[in-house]
């Protein structure tokens, strides 16, 4: 894969919508079909808020380093933070991993990316939390 965009964002709410938007103008660029720009934006929206909202317990400023690769109509999106653990690819059911919350504390963008992605992995780095997640593009369903 080539990686294409490889960028660090400040822990502030503010930034997740630039930088899903950066991300969509550069996949543009490069004809990516529009409904996996518009997964790569989800992935990166949720991705980025969560880390945001919940891995930091303090007032200092975290960086949240967002890389983007392309390989023909596959986009492999990789976000890291040094924010507490939490891997998004786990699946509560298999009882391994803490649960998602219930929908009214939050917990449905998580499952969302799960949906619309083809791959996610976590891994914990040096203290910092490492998820990779694969969107490939699929042929459009006739009706």
Not at 78 to 100: E, K
Request: glycine letters at 6%; hydrophobic letters at 35%.
């Amino acid at each position: 894969m080539e990686t294409i965009w490889q960028t660090r964002w400040a822990n502030h709410i503010r930034e997740v919508r630039i930088a899903a938007c950066d991300a969509d103008h550069d996949l543009k660029a490069r004809g990516v079909a529009e409904r996996v720009r518009y997964a790569v934006q989800l992935v990166i929206e949720e991705l980025m808020t969560n880390s945001i909202k919940y891995a930091f317990h303090d007032d200092e400023e975290h960086a949240i380093g967002l890389t983007m690769a392309v390989e023909d109509e596959t986009v492999r999106i990789t976000l890291t933070d040094d924010g507490d653990p939490f891997d998004p690819s786990c699946d509560p059911q298999n009882g391994l991993c803490r649960p998602i919350p219930k929908p009214s504390q939050g917990g449905m963008g998580i499952m969302m990316v799960r949906t619309i992605c083809d791959s996610i992995t976590y891994q914990r780095e040096n203290g910092r939390n490492v998820v990779q997640v694969d969107i490939a593009a699929r042929p459009e369903r006739s009706e």
